[in-house]
T-cell receptor, first 115, second 109 residues
Framework: EAGVAQSPRYKIIEKRQSVAFWCNPI?????LYWYQQILGQGPKLLIQ????????DSQLPKDRFSAERLKGVDSTLKIQPAKLEDSAVYLC?????????????FGPGTRLTVL | ELKVEQNPLFLSMQEGKNYTIYCNYS?????LYWYRQDPGKSLESLFV???NGAVKQEGRLMASLDTKARLSTLHITAAVHDLSATYFC?????????WGAGTKLIIKP
C-alpha cells in the first residue's frame, strides 16, 4: 500500500512570496490533515478535511493560509504572503475515518524556509 | 483545554540501559498515541492505547496507559543505537490530536 505522498520536499522562498504544497493521501482514506511542525516542537493541526469538507480549521491563519481538497482526494495548502515565522515542516497525514479513532499516517513533509 | 506534557525533553543514554519517557495530559481522553520521528523524516505510528491499564509492546519498547493518573509511559529496555529518535505522545481531544513537544532520545554505543 502506497503511503502519503507530499511535494515538494524542500522549498526556500523570500518573505512576502507565495508557496503551495501538495498532498496525496493513502487510497481510501476519508480524512486528511495538514500540520505545521516548527523545529523542536510537536505538530500543530492547521486544517482537517473529511472527504472534501472542512472539519476543523480553527488554527489556520486564514489571512495568509488556504487549503482545499478537491474531489475528496488530493489536497493543496497555500501560503500567501509568507512570513519568516512560517519556516517549518508542513506535514500531511491521512486516516480512514475522522476524529481520532483511527491512526493517522504521515507523509514525509515539506520543509519550508522563508528568508 | 487539553494540554500534553512530555518529559524529559532530551535524553542521552548508553546502550544496554533502561529508561522511561513520561507523557502527562490535563483532561480525560479515550486514547493516546505514541509516534517516532527520525531526523529529517516523518512520523511513524508506534502504539495506540485505548483503555486504562492498556499495555503494548514491540521489541524493546513498551507503552502503558493510566487514565486515572492521566499518564502514559514509554519504557525502553536494553536500549540500542537504532532506537535513537524523537518520540511523541499525542492525546485524543475534541476531534483532534493534541501533541506533546517530543522527547529527543540519543543512545550512545
Amino acid at each position: 500500500e502506497a503511503g502519503v505522498a507530499q511535494s515538494p520536499r524542500y522549498k526556500i522562498i523570500e518573505k512576502r512570496q507565495s508557496v503551495a504544497f501538495w498532498c496525496n493521501p493513502i487510497s481510501g482514506h476519508a480524512t486528511l490533515y495538514w500540520y505545521q511542525q516548527i523545529l523542536g516542537q510537536g505538530p500543530k493541526l492547521l486544517i482537517q478535511f473529511q472527504n472534501n469538507g472542512v472539519v476543523d480549521d480553527s488554527q489556520l491563519p486564514k489571512d495568509r493560509f488556504s487549503a482545499e481538497r478537491l474531489k475528496g482526494v488530493d489536497s493543496t495548502l497555500k501560503i500567501q504572503p509568507a512570513k519568516l515565522e512560517d519556516s517549518a515542516v508542513y506535514l500531511c497525514a491521512s486516516s480512514r475515518t475522522s476524529g481520532t479513532t483511527d491512526t493517522q499516517y504521515f507523509g514525509p513533509g515539506t520543509r519550508l524556509t522563508v528568508l | 483545554e487539553l494540554k500534553v506534557e512530555q518529559n524529559p525533553l532530551f535524553l542521552s543514554m548508553q546502550e544496554g540501559k533502561n529508561y522511561t519517557i513520561y507523557c502527562n495530559y490535563s483532561t480525560t481522553s479515550d486514547r493516546l498515541y505514541w509516534y517516532r520521528q527520525d531526523p529529517g523524516k516523518s512520523l511513524e505510528s508506534l502504539f495506540v492505547l485505548l483503555s486504562n491499564g492498556a499495555v503494548k509492546q514491540e521489541g524493546r519498547l513498551m507503552a502503558s496507559l493510566d487514565t486515572k493518573a492521566r499518564l502514559s509511559t514509554l519504557h525502553i529496555t536494553a536500549a540500542v543505537h537504532d532506537l535513537s529518535a524523537t518520540y511523541f505522545c499525542a492525546v485524543s481531544g475534541n476531534y483532534q490530536l493534541i501533541w506533546g513537544a517530543g522527547t529527543k532520545l540519543i543512545i550512545k554505543p
